[in-house]
């Protein structure tokens, strides 16, 4: 799992710390990262498992 370049970017500068990128300038993961990624999603598939959720909008005006 990686995290896109332009994310990095933003986490970077608002951290000013710079952490290991791949080729494309996206952050790689630790496995630590990725298990707690994965701990969060599946703790939210949980909490929304129920009936669909539909939300209105409002076209904005012209």
Do not use: C
Request: proline content about 6%; hydrophobic content about 25%; aromatic content about 6%.
């Amino acid at each position: 799992m990686i995290i896109p370049r332009t994310v990095t970017a933003k986490l970077n500068h608002e951290s000013g710390e710079d952490g290991p990128v791949d080729g494309h300038g996206g952050t790689l993961l630790t496995e630590d990262d990725r298990e707690f990624i994965q701990d969060q999603a599946r703790a939210s598939k949980k909490e929304y498992a129920g009936d669909p959720r539909f939300f209105d909008s409002v076209r904005p005006e012209d």
